[in-house]
């Protein structure tokens, strides 16, 4: 998401901020230098949602581009030894959370005839890996709805595009193993992952293109990944 917004911000974006952590987002609002402003919210809890759209200050009412990047991967285990609550965190993050998102901020897009929807979803939805089953199925749910979203905008100047990036190297495993930080780097050894300003340099764009060309999807992943999962590792 700082990525995003990074570049965002060099195409003279306006930024809405939004996400749990306020400190983290005040941090970033500080360093860009464009008009910025901090939605702290829960995606997995509508009302939360609703306060935080509610508060926008006049300047920020009108959203033009939604990027849905909230979601998480937790736990790498088989279907019987996988914790519920992780597989519940993960539900309720990528799957409701984007849902309700897009719920309530594409009416807005579709009344001022303006709006670009972007989902990130994962090479995990279209490839299955071992142990990885409730989130590559959430993903795949991402897939999908984003693109059942793209027909049904079909003909409107309403954009919606899915980003399906590989192996990445943020967060993203450090908080898959619950804070492992030795057992996340593991993951990125030998290989040279995609960084998140691969994603957002994706994500960019797709929302640069003129106004008539919806770019639907875009999968990516790092040279040394094909399909999700299995990877080359160099040695050393
Ligand atoms: C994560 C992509 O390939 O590491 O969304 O599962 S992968």
């Known amino acids: 998401m700082r990525a995003a917004a990074r570049l965002l911000a060099g195409e003279g974006a306006k930024l809405i901020l939004g996400a749990r952590r306020e400190e983290r987002l005040q941090k970033l609002a ?16 509508e009302a939360s949602i609703r306060a935080a759209l509610d508060a ?3 300047e920020f009412r009108e959203i033009d581009v939604l990027v849905n990047n909230a979601g998480l991967a937790l736990g790498l285990a088989n279907v019987e030894d996988a914790n519920p609550a ?5 539900i309720d993050t990528n799957i ?46 991402v897939t999908y709805f984003s693109q059942a979203l ?15 990036p590989g192996m990445a190297e943020t967060e993203f495993s450090e908080v898959r193993f619950h804070g492992d930080a030795a057992k996340a780097k593991e993951v990125y050894k030998g290989v040279t992952p995609l960084s998140a300003m691969d994603v957002a340099e994706a994500i960019r764009w797709a929302l640069v293109q003129p106004a008539h060309v919806n770019i639907s999807r875009i999968e990516l992943m790092p040279v040394m990944q094909a399909p999700a999962g299995i990877t080359v590792k160099r040695a050393g």
């Open 86 to 90: 992780d597989w519940q965190a993960m």
């Open 96 to 141: 409701v959370g984007l849902i309700t998102m897009t719920r309530l901020v594409l009416p807005g897009m579709k009344k001022r005839g303006r709006g670009h929807i972007v989902d990130i979803s994962s090479v995990a939805g279209n490839f299955h890996y071992p142990w990885a089953n409730v989130y590559g199925a959430s993903k795949a749910f």
């Open 56 to 58: 926008l200050p006049a």
């Open 30 to 45: 500080a360093e860009l230098k464009v008009p910025s402003h901090v939605a702290v919210m829960d995606v997995r809890d």
């Open 150 to 164: 793209r027909a049904e905008m079909v003909g409107s100047p309403v954009r919606v595009t899915n980003i399906e």
